[in-house]
């Protein structure tokens, strides 16, 4: 399990810091199990409202880009928007439409206009239920690996939909993301179950908002990443 002091990437947040570092060692241990030459999708399953994944995936994609790989950060999240609602893109198209083939995949990715990498946000249109589960979203999906080293898809919360679930099954695996104080181990390992049931290959998970200075174990996690070079895998 990594655990990471939840940070958006902004000036002031230098190579060396502990924060860097972490999401640093985290991209290296995603592009190892990915592979080294091979492109990658990964869902961010949060497994309730209580966790907010746009700042740690934004820092991921951030460090990714920094390693030369191009990066795409889906806003997959379609009840609440919340990458697409911090970017100002509200009125943009983007995965609905790019989904329900009404526009181009250069219609719906806009250039984060911080960190340079390519989102796509959620877009103004509703996806018919059970839509996410067709065949052809696998395929449309994993044909953005000819364009993207990296493609990371936010989803809604777990206790929501089962939309995690289905992209999970389309993508390479999935990261489930909690948040220190909030999120109880009991509703992790659910979430880890869920996931798997459904075929889902979980990567791991992240531990945001965590203090380093204070804390030891929490919620019956303990404190693996053991810094640079030395990644965990969570279980």
Known sequence: ???IEQSAVREGMGAKSMIMEAYRALGANLVNQIGKEKSGIVVFAAPDEKTNSVSVVQNLAFVMMEMGRKVLVI????RNKALTRESNKETAEGFAEWLLGETSLQGATQKDAMRHFEIMPAGKKAIPAGMLARKEIENAVQSLKDVYDCVFVLTSAMDETADALMLGQVADGAVI??????SRKQVAELAKEKLEVA???VF????????V???TKLDGYYYMYKGRGKSANIR
């Open 1 to 3: 399990m990594f655990k």
């Open 75 to 78: 806003d997959a999240e379609l």
């Open 177 to 182: 993301v909690l948040t220190a104080g909030k």
């Open 199 to 201: 075929g889902v290959k």
């Open 204 to 211: 791991g998970a992240i531990l945001s908002e965590y203090d």
């Open 213 to 215: 200075k204070t804390s």
